[in-house]
């Protein structure tokens, strides 16, 4: 899965909509691709781990990849 954009307080509402569609269709594993990412503030970073961890709840690892400093 690719996340890309603003992930700031502003965008969060519309971000939340599209995170809480997500299903893993019985993936055992899910990469979260983090590179296109302009922005992320702690709202941001709360709504990522707050869908890693329900993907978890679903039986899915969750590898993160391509994180800037």
């Known amino acids: 899965m690719r996340m890309?954009?603003?992930w700031t307080m502003q965008?969060?509402?519309a971000h939340e909509k599209?995170?809480?569609?997500?299903t893993t269709d019985g993936a055992?594993?899910?990469?979260l691709e983090l590179a296109a990412l302009d922005a992320l503030?702690?709202?941001g970073a709360w709504l990522i781990m707050r869908?890693?961890?329900r993907l978890q709840t679903l039986g899915a690892g969750v590898e993160f990849?391509?994180?800037q400093p």
């Open 28 to 31: 055992a594993r899910v990469r």
């Open 18 to 22: 599209g995170l809480l569609r997500i």
């Open 65 to 67: 990849v391509g994180l």
């Open 11 to 13: 965008a969060a509402e």
């Open 4 to 6: 890309g954009g603003r």
């Open 41 to 43: 503030d702690t709202a």
């Open 51 to 53: 869908t890693v961890h």
